[in-house]
């Protein structure tokens, strides 16, 4: 047992030293009912060759990215993380520390998480962020949950173009709570018409609209004359970003007047990861930061007056307040808030700002692509780094026959949407840095066999 | 002494990356580009951002030199009650990077997905094999996501029978997430008392039950307790649990003490969630990303969120939609979790196997009982007998010194330890609560416990500066936290 | 008069106006208050309403109104300078003022001498 430093002495010696007949002396509180008289019949235990050879033959079965074409997106984004980002959050001291409850020895931590927020706050255009949350879609139902405590008032809008995955789990983790989600249905063709409806909805019971810009398939607009009519209402606006590269191109959302920004961080500093572990982000304005979910790090001083960081404002959370609690939540991402924020000092504003330029033109080739085949209805207009097409056929079935074919051709709306009538031949498709000539021709190529 | 720079030796100051960074700097290459016709539609980002760049040789520099102003488990013992910080092996981080299992979008199709969905599969069945309970989900994003899942099951299947009821009981010894959640559900919350041997009260919970009936959902019980004790009366609490139709939510944070010994679903519990951050090892990264699957009982099995996972013969998939063809109560994440954790946690259960996890138990319940032992008689323990996987100590043996716990535990800092948990369980008078690990050797804990009691005597004796100004030799005093809630600044701004 | 709640809220009354704080033992036993919520002027509350937040870096507690009415002024100078709470929660650091509705729910709070012993009994 390589992880156990206790040899069969060592723990004789010590049961002696306390008085102990034998280790069952020390769970002698556990009812004799509950105690196991035999084995579980599980495998026991296995070497480190073991154990890489094992894991080594799962990803054998799998068919990862880096083997091929790859076009997938929608909530997930395969971008270069340079190699510094990996070895730096692999130092111990960043990796097998805890929450930095004991400041004056987690000054590493507290001062990564100051600056983390201020990225975050200069990135959304907003005025203030948390130290993360999960992800982006359980950070969504936390705007929901905060608008109303903002405005106490209980319905929230929810954009048809918003991923149909966080409109789920918003649903979800509001099902119990008297907050009531107006979902919206998609519209992958035509942008303006969800605008209208969420318009059309809104009224003096509203607390917040969420629109997710880009949005779910890939569409961008101005939110400006959006949130003016949202905060005529005396609602707020909560706008869901999920493709974090897009901050580096695209006008804020602080700047167009969204209240509170979540984004999926995962893009900075993150790998795909099959889904998790991501990086919720978070921010909203200075005077709402009270009813802010999530830990917040301050800056301050010590006793001799030398600048540094503690946690602060945690009356807000559940181990102060319990059942009054802002959230329930109690860790954030710490660790992939770190890959993010290391990936944002090596990028820098000049960095951000050529990596989000480059996506978009790897998106315009990808466009252009797609425009080439004559039975594909290309949907954007104004977009980012991802673009929505229609198919003469359902997207599932053509996705399955590319894999075949070594190409990851993108996510079937059907997927995100189950159940939604109008989104069956709707596929979407993502570019970035990443992606080479080569692709786009081998994409091009795919397609017209898929189709024909 | 005083130095020019500030610097003390290799303790190096390091000023916030605003302050040493600048807009032009950058630490990547990205190609340039040649003007093209965007498709942005007029929405391009105008001003500048404002977030300042460093070359990769200043990057390293900036972080490296923040790395060593952090406690961490690979220094030294980390004894946080409740937390589990053991060691974490790098073989997990290896898994978790092979390339083959890391660079997987979570929406390929499944057919290009049968390695991670294995991954998925095989520790669903060492969690329900471990805890002897029939299902699992394995979303939920960390303990707290954990609980909301359980109890939301909880709640679907009383919703199912047509009466959700009103109140979730919960002991004062209870984190702090257990209460915070029950609200979430939509549940009151209802208090009850622990006894001076620091159980539920078991008399008192069952005059509480026959008065409140079934306006009772469900009882939230950490087992083994936040006190570092076993739950004795788990069995018959159980039972009149059951008896009125409510479900038991056991909060599993401390499932450490107890793996490969005793099945959580012998007990009675419904639905637990297991810390993968800490019982199978996962790191904590200064405060997560965790990791918080949910097992169930055959009664709330049918309520498990999506997705979930389908076997069809060898082939596996997801059942990822809300389409009212099962009575899955929703979804709590987008996608499918925490993979990453799962390769990691699935990498600790493999390497120890049955018989590792049940020695992970014994030592874990072993090293906190040598502890309580050899410090009991110059501190004060909270109950009397053995303990599990934690020692609970008050601050009784402080009366009249000057000392407070906290002052005892900064005190700790320069004797070169992690404190352990504080004033917390609220149950008990400044609370000390430590939990070793198993991962601690005996000449650690010896070291440790010499060290406490040492402290325990100057407190004794008055060396009360020793305590009260501590930490003394961190890389900061104490840090005025009144000021920073009275004032937040939340971030950098250019002055 | 001066009358305290179970709450550890004072009353200092003049004729059906009163002024209302936390007590010393209040403001000792949360620490240093870091955040004071306030309720709207004009706003009406009945007795034992929740009427404001207190928070210091370790605790939050919320502050019951001990008799009903409607709030007449709140305590501006707290706004600058929450360090009164703590230094003077008798007098500098007092809550806010409201117009008491019913005199008689004056009679179920304590004076001075029986909140005196009822602290007693709580340490």
Redesign the interface.
């Known amino acids: 047992m390589r992880y156990l430093p206790l040899t069969d002495r060592d723990r004789k010696e010590m049961l002696k030293s306390i008085n102990a007949a034998g280790i069952n002396d020390l769970y002698r509180d556990v009812p004799k009912e509950a105690w196991l008289n035999e084995p579980i019949g599980l495998p026991n235990h296995a070497s480190e060759l073991q154990v890489e050879r094992h894991f080594q033959k799962l990803a054998d079965q799998n068919q990862a990215a880096f083997s091929g074409p790859f076009f997938v997106g929608a909530g997930a984004y395969r971008h270069h993380v340079p190699a510094s980002v990996d070895h730096l959050i692999q130092r111990g001291e960043f990796l097998t520390s805890y929450t930095p409850y004991q400041p004056e020895i987690s000054q590493g931590t507290l001062q990564y998480l100051f600056e983390f927020q201020t990225q975050v706050a200069l990135l959304t255009g907003m005025d203030v962020a948390n130290a993360s949350l999960y992800d982006g879609s359980t950070g969504c139902a936390e705007a929901i949950l905060m608008a109303q405590r903002v405005t106490r008032r209980r319905q929230a809008i929810l954009s048809g173009n918003l991923h149909g995955q966080y409109r789920d789990v918003a649903e979800t983790v509001t099902q119990f709570t008297d907050e009531k989600m107006d979902k919206l249905e998609p519209c992958p063709e035509n942008p303006e018409q969800d605008y209208e409806r969420i318009l059309r909805h809104l009224n003096k019971d509203t607390s917040c609209v969420v629109v997710q810009n880009p949005d779910v398939f890939g569409h961008i607009r101005d939110l400006t004359p959006l949130a003016e009519a949202v905060h005529e209402k005396g609602a707020l606006l909560v706008v869901v970003v999920t493709e974090a590269v897009s901050f580096g191109a695209l006008k804020s959302p602080g700047e167009m007047g969204a209240d509170i920004v979540v984004g999926e961080g995962q893009s900075i500093g993150g790998g795909l990861n099959f889904g998790g572990p991501y990086l919720g982000l978070f921010a909203t304005r200075d005077q709402f930061v009270r009813q802010m979910p999530g830990r917040l790090c301050g800056e301050t001083v010590d006793e001799q007056g030398t600048r540094g960081y503690v946690l602060t404002l945690s009356t807000r959370e559940q181990h102060i307040r319990r059942e009054k609690a802002t959230s329930n939540i109690c860790t954030n991402s710490g660790l992939t808030a770190l890959a993010f924020t290391i990936h944002m000092t090596l990028l820098g504003e000049k960095g951000i700002r050529a990596l989000a330029m480059l996506n978009h033109k790897k998106a315009c080739e990808l466009r252009d692509t797609l425009k080439g085949i004559p039975s594909i209805e290309v949907l954007n207009k104004a977009f980012f780094n991802e673009i929505s097409v229609k198919l003469p056929i359902p997207a599932a079935a053509v996705v399955e026959r590319l894999a075949e074919i070594g190409i990851l051709g993108g996510v079937p709306a059907s997927r995100i949407f189950p159940g939604v009538d109008n989104v069956g031949n709707i596929l979407i498709l993502a570019a970035t840095e990443l992606n080479e000539e080569s692709d786009f021709k081998a994409l091009g190529k795919g397609l017209k066999e898929v189709l024909k | 002494m005083s130095t020019y720079t500030g610097n003390r030796g290799l303790d190096i100051n390091e000023p916030l990356l605003f302050e040493i960074g600048n807009l032009e700097r950058t630490g990547v290459e990205i190609p340039e580009i040649e003007d093209f016709e965007n498709a942005l539609g007029g929405l391009e980002r105008s001003g500048p951002i404002g977030t300042p760049g460093l070359s990769e040789p200043e990057t390293m520099r900036h972080f490296t030199r923040l790395s060593r102003k952090n406690f961490a488990i690979d220094m030294g013992i980390f004894p946080l009650g409740s937390c589990t910080m053991k060691h974490n092996p790098r073989l997990n981080e290896k898994m978790a990077r092979i390339p083959g299992l890391s660079d997987i979008h979570p929406l390929q199709p499944f057919s290009t997905v049968q390695g991670s969905l294995g991954v998925m599969k095989e520790l669903a069945d060492w969690l329900t094999g471990l805890t002897g309970m029939p299902a699992v989900a394995l979303s939920p994003k960390a303990g707290a996501n954990g609980e909301l899942c359980g109890l939301m099951a909880i709640r679907a299947a009383l919703e199912d029978t047509g009466n959700a009821r009103e109140f979730v009981l919960i002991p004062e010894s209870a984190h702090g997430t257990n209460p915070a959640t029950a609200a979430l559900c939509g549940y009151k919350v209802k208090s009850i008392p622990v006894n001076d041997k620091g159980r539920v009260d078991l008399d008192a919970f069952l005059r509480e039950l026959d008065e409140m009936g079934e306006t009772i959902a469900a009882i939230m019980l950490t087992n083994p307790n936040t006190c570092g004790l076993f739950e004795s009366d788990i069995i018959k609490i159980a039972d009149a649990v059951h008896n009125i139709g409510a479900y038991f939510y056991c909060d599993g944070a401390n499932f450490n003490a107890i793996v490969g010994k005793i099945r959580p679903g012998d007990l009675g519990i419904d639905a637990m969630h297991i810390n993968l951050h800490k019982t199978f090892s996962t790191p904590h990264g200064g405060g997560g990303p965790g990791s918080g699957p949910v097992v169930f009982s055959e009664a709330l099995a049918p309520f498990v969120p999506v997705p979930y996972l389908v076997a069809d013969g060898e082939k596996l998939s997801l059942k990822e939609a809300l389409d009212g063809t099962d009575k899955a109560f929703g979804r709590l994440t987008a996608f499918h979790g925490q993979m990453g954790m799962y390769i990691r946690a699935l990498s600790y259960i493999m390497s120890h196997g049955e018989d590792g996890l049940r020695q992970v138990a014994e030592d874990a319940v072993l090293n906190a009982n040598y502890i309580l032992e050899h410090l009991k008689d110059v501190m004060t323990p909270s109950f009397d007998g053995p303990c599990m996987h934690e020692a609970l100590f008050d601050d009784r043996f402080l009366k009249g010194t000057g000392v407070e716990t906290l002052d005892f535990a900064k005190a700790m800092i320069d004797e070169g330890f992690h404190p352990m948990t504080m004033y917390f369980p609220l149950v008990v008078h400044g609370a000390i609560l430590i939990e070793p690990t198993e991962t601690e050797s005996k000449r650690t804990l010896d070291q440790f416990i010499a060290a406490l009691r040492d402290l325990a005597k100057a407190a004794r004796e008055g060396d009360v500066e020793r305590f009260t100004k501590a930490p003394h030799l961190a890389p900061m005093k104490r840090l005025d936290e009144t000021a920073a809630a009275r004032n937040p600044v939340l971030r950098w701004r250019e002055s | 008069m001066i009358k305290y709640s179970k709450d550890h809220e004072w009353i200092r009354v003049d004729g059906d106006q009163g002024v209302v704080g936390i007590s010393d033992y209040a403001q000792e036993s949360l620490g240093?208050i870091?955040?004071v919520e306030l309720p709207e002027v004009g706003a009406s509350f009945s007795s034992k309403d929740e009427v404001a937040v207190v928070?210091?870096?370790?605790?939050?507690s919320e502050i019951y109104t001990p008799v009903g009415g409607e709030i007449t002024a709140v305590n501006k100078d707290l706004a600058g300078d929450?360090s009164l709470v703590n230094s003077s929660p008798m007098e500098g650091g007092w809550f806010y003022k409201i117009k008491i509705s019913d005199l008689s729910e004056l009679d179920r709070l304590m004076d001075e001498a029986a909140y005196n012993k009822y602290v007693e009994t709580l340490s």
């Open positions: 240093d870091v955040f928070e210091s870096v370790k605790a939050a929450l």
